[in-house]
């Protein structure tokens, strides 16, 4: 069974640095290097959005987070990254880390192949 625990949220000023991570059961080494993973966040009162997704075959980011955040894993401890940087107050929110056990499934543009989460972990900015 594949299971995800996220890591790394907390508050920081505007212009700080934060780093999430997502440890990942239940695939075998070669799954974890190909398989589609991701982070999506949502702020009260908002939609869930994706932020960032990466398989082995392409990385992809949302307008929002591009140049500032970087999705990256550690195959070594299984564990997913969101290395985020130039945070801003509308990044507050609660990330979510999620994980497809394939390629990622691309319709409308979007990722949509999300299959398995992790439980959330806040990020707040302030100004």
């Known amino acids: 069974q594949v299971q995800l625990v996220e890591s790394g949220g907390g508050s920081v000023q505007a212009g700080g640095s934060l780093r999430l991570s997502c440890v990942i059961s239940g695939y075998a080494y070669s799954q974890f290097m190909q398989y589609c993973m991701g982070w999506f966040r949502q702020a009260p009162g908002k939609e869930r959005e994706l932020v960032a997704r990466a398989s082995a075959l392409d990385t992809g980011y949302a307008d929002s987070v591009k140049g500032r955040f970087t999705i990256s894993r550690d195959t070594a401890k299984n564990t997913l990254y969101l290395q985020m940087n130039t945070l801003k107050p509308e990044d507050t929110a609660v990330y979510y880390c999620?994980?497809?056990?394939?390629?990622?499934?691309?319709?409308?543009?979007?990722?949509?192949?999300?299959?398995?989460w992790g439980q959330g972990t806040q990020v707040t900015v302030s100004s």
């Open positions: 999620a994980t497809e056990s394939d390629y990622c499934t691309i319709t409308g543009g979007t990722w949509r192949g999300a299959r398995y």
